[in-house]
């Protein structure tokens, strides 16, 4: 196993993988036994895991530092030749439909695999794959301007992640001129955000009318691999949240409001703070927060313990909130490593605490499914994805006093409000 700095980066021949795409294709349909079958299907998982491997330690270190002249240039690359390569997969995913011996590939790999094929044909088509390219092009271009930002604050200047601590400022003046300060880059860039936000409503709705939707909610659906539940579903858990969870919500954040001495409905900048006191801050430096997290994890079980001891050792989580860092957290992964990758900002504020649990949560679900064939097996969809997450969050509450000191009991409150409120603001 090589350290992440130490993964080597070659762009993989694309044209040479349709190629290969083309010939498993024929492989599979011509098979006469289910071995030459399988034999195709192994094949182009592995070098699906190769091609996939490649673009995301592009994507990371693009990521990371999105100046970089080198690895802007290879997203940009596989920001348009991803389209061309699920293209290029459909005859395959196709022939694997009609295959002969699908129930025994069933039987092997469980009918999972033929139920997001399925999906997959009604969410894609070559007629949209000019679209999806300028579609990641267009995302890439707002994330890279949102990592672009610099905000000016008493007489610094700050990336939008490294924003947040004052943001949360128990001085409501410093708070609130905080928010403004961030508020007013969004609106210097406000024509900007605006139009790339439009294009991307506009591009989408045409896709989903390309694939003889009405809209693009329905192919909004079948692209998050949504393979139990559709629509009506999702209406009726809605008004159930509405119904038993926004009383609920409201009354948390009634609370804090008399907590603070406000009224509410609150503003923004005093949403965000929890506590008079200020919100529970996360004790000692980022080394500590990953070393606290080690101990947790360490306690937990053997099987996270190794896990943990892996994504350190080889340098599988970027945590510092550097200047010309893309936002937010992520995980990934390396599937020719058998490695998730930890992709963070680190701001000391507790959402560093929560990448340790939340972000590693889905990355120890990544590590123990790493060998699962076919790749696609190694993630679940966006939604279930979040059970491992959270529940790793709740798990480590026991372990709240190493991370957060004399704060652990304001962040249990925090913690269990935070995912309260969190829901009906995720639906
Ligand atoms: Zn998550």
């Known amino acids: 196993m090589k350290k992440f700095s130490e993964m080597e980066y070659v762009r993989p021949d694309t044209e040479q993988a349709k190629k290969e795409l083309a010939a498993l294709t024929e492989q599979l349909k011509k098979a006469e036994t289910y071995e030459e079958a399988r ?35 290879e997203s940009k690359f596989w920001d348009s030749e991803m389209p061309k390569l699920q293209e290029a997969m459909m005859p395959f995913v196709m022939a694997m439909l009609e295959s002969r011996f699908r129930p025994q590939f069933e039987e092997e790999f469980g009918d999972l695999y033929f139920r997001n094929a399925e999906i997959q044909l009604k969410s894609f088509s070559p007629a949209i794959v000019e679209d999806m390219m300028e579609e990641n092009r267009l995302t890439s271009e707002y994330e890279d301007l949102l990592a672009s930002a610099q905000v000016p604050f008493e007489g610094k200047t700050y990336t939008l992640s490294q924003m947040t601590p004052f943001k949360n400022d128990p001085d409501d003046a410093r708070r609130l001129a905080a928010w403004q300060a961030e508020g007013q880059w ?14 991307l409503v506009h591009l989408r709705d045409r896709m989903g009318r390309k694939l003889g939707y009405d809209g693009y909610t329905e192919l909004g659906y079948y692209r998050m691999g949504r393979n139990c539940y559709d629509r009506n579903d999702v209406e009726k858990f809605r008004n159930a949240v509405q119904k038993y969870l926004v009383p609920v919500a409201a009354e948390v954040f009634e609370e804090q409001a008399v907590r603070l001495g406000k009224t509410y409905p609150m503003s923004y900048a005093d949403n965000a ?13 980022a080394q500590d927060i990953l070393k606290a997290g080690l101990k947790f994890y360490n306690e937990l079980s053997p099987e996270t313990s190794k896990f943990f001891n892996t994504m350190m050792d080889y340098e599988l989580m970027d945590v510092l909130s550097t200047e010309g860092k893309r936002g937010g957290g992520y995980c990934t992964g390396l599937y020719d490593y058998n490695v998730p990758f930890i992709f963070a900002n680190f701001n000391g504020t507790q959402g560093d605490v929560e990448v340790v649990t939340h972000e590693a949560g889905h990355a120890f679900a990544a590590y123990m499914n790493a060998e699962r064939i076919p790749s696609d097996y190694i ?8 059970v491992h997450s959270m529940s790793m969050e709740f798990f480590a509450e026991n372990w709240a006093d190493d991370f957060f000191g004399s704060d652990a009991r304001k962040y249990r409150y925090s913690h269990l409000a935070g995912a309260l409120k969190f829901i009906p603001y995720g639906t």
């Open 379 to 386: 993630w679940p969809t966006m939604e279930a994805c979040e």
């Open 39 to 73: 034999a195709a299907f192994l094949e182009m998982d592995k070098g699906n895991r190769h091609v996939m491997t490649a673009s995301t330690i592009a994507q990371i270190r693009h990521d990371i530092n999105t100046k970089d002249a080198f690895y802007d240039g």
């Open 273 to 285: 703070l929890e506590f008079r006191s200020g919100n529970p801050k996360p004790q000692g430096s």
């Open 186 to 199: 969004y609106k210097d860039h406000q024509e900007q955000l605006d139009s790339i936000y439009d294009s």
